[in-house]
C-alpha cells in the first residue's frame, strides 16, 4: 500500500499525518518539536523517528510504503537545516520522494487553498508568508528571542515584566501556559502589543507584494489568546479570513502531487 506523509514541525510540536495516494487521511500524531533553531539536531532526528514510526504503524504502513514525505519545518528557510531535514527524511523514509519546505508555505497552501495570499503564523516563533501575482515574500521568522508576537516573545516579556520567574531550561515559550492562568488584565499589554506586531509582519509582507488589497490569515497557538486576536484584527486594515485547511494539508497537497512526479 502506497501512502504519502505530511510534516508540520515547529518549535513546541509536530504535526505528522499519513494519507492514501488520494489524499484521504489515514493517521496523524504529534511528536515533540523538531526546530533546528531550538533542538540539537541529533534530538530533532529522534524525535521525527518516533513520530514517523507512530504515525506509519497507526496507519498500518511501514516506511518502505511511503511515495512521498513533504515536511513542512519552522527553521528550513536556512539553507543546512533544510538539507539536513531532507537527508533525515530520505534515511527514514528510502523510497520516498522528498520536499522540504518551511512551515510558513505549507500554512499558507493550507489556508489559501492554493491561492494567493499572505498567512501570519505565531506559535513558539513567528513568521509571515505571502504569495501574490507569482511573488513571495517574507517577514520575521528571525528564531529565538528575536520573534515579535510569538510565545518565545511572550515568554521573554513576561520575565522582563516581573509576571513570571526565568525558565530553568531557556524555553521561554514554556511559559505560556502558566501566563494564560493569569488575570486577564496583567497580561492584556503584552497581549496588544504582541497583536500590533503580528500584523506589523503581514503589513511588511503586502508591501514587499505591492499588494493593496491583500488576502490574510492568522494561524498558531497563541491565536488561542483572545486579546491577542482582537488586537490583531484592529490594527491590520483589511479582513482576516478563517483558514480553509491547516498546514498538514497543505503538506499532503503538495506530496500527492509530488508522488505524481509534479515539482
Not at 91 to 106: F, G, H, K, N, S
Not at 155 to 178: K, S
Amino acid at each position: 500500500m502506497a501512502v504519502l506523509v505530511g510534516l508540520d514541525g515547529g518549535g513546541t510540536k509536530t504535526e505528522i499525518a499519513v494519507a492514501t495516494t488520494a489524499g484521504a487521511e489515514l493517521a496523524r500524531v504529534r511528536a515533540g518539536g523538531s526546530s533546528l533553531s531550538r533542538r540539537p539536531r541529533a534530538e530533532v532526528e529522534a524525535e521525527l523517528e518516533r513520530g514517523l514510526a507512530a504515525a506509519l504503524a497507526a496507519a498500518g504502513a511501514a516506511p518502505a510504503d511511503c511515495a512521498a514525505v513533504v515536511g513542512g519545518f519552522a527553521s528550513a528557510a536556512r539553507g543546512a537545516n533544510a538539507a539536513a531535514y531532507t537527508t533525515m527524511l530520505q534515511r527514514m523514509l528510502p523510497q520516498a520522494r522528498v520536499r522540504v519546505l518551511t512551515d510558513a508555505e505549507i500554512s499558507l497552501l493550507g489556508a489559501a487553498g492554493g491561492a494567493d495570499g499572505i498567512v501570519v503564523i505565531a506559535g513558539t516563533g513567528s513568521i509571515a508568508w505571502g504569495r501574490y501575482g507569482g511573488r513571495a515574500a517574507r517577514a520575521g521568522g528571525a528564531g529565538p528571542g528575536r520573534d515579535p508576537g510569538s510565545a518565545d516573545w511572550l515568554g521573554r516579556e513576561a520575565v522582563a515584566a516581573g509576571l513570571a520567574p526565568p525558565p530553568p531550561d531557556g524555553n521561554f515559550a514554556g511559559l505560556v501556559p502558566a501566563l494564560a492562568a493569569l488575570p486577564a488584565e496583567r497580561l492584556a499589554p503584552l497581549l496588544a502589543q504582541a497583536g500590533r506586531d503580528l500584523a506589523a509582519l503581514l503589513a511588511a509582507c503586502a508591501r514587499q507584494l505591492a499588494w493593496t488589497t491583500p488576502t490574510a490569515y492568522a494561524m498558531g497557538g497563541m491565536l488561542e489568546f483572545a486579546a491577542l486576536r482582537a488586537e490583531l484584527a484592529r490594527a491590520w486594515p483589511h479582513p482576516l479570513l478563517p483558514p480553509q485547511a491547516d498546514a498538514i494539508a497543505g503538506a499532503l497537497t503538495l506530496a500527492r502531487a509530488l508522488a505524481g512526479g509534479r515539482p
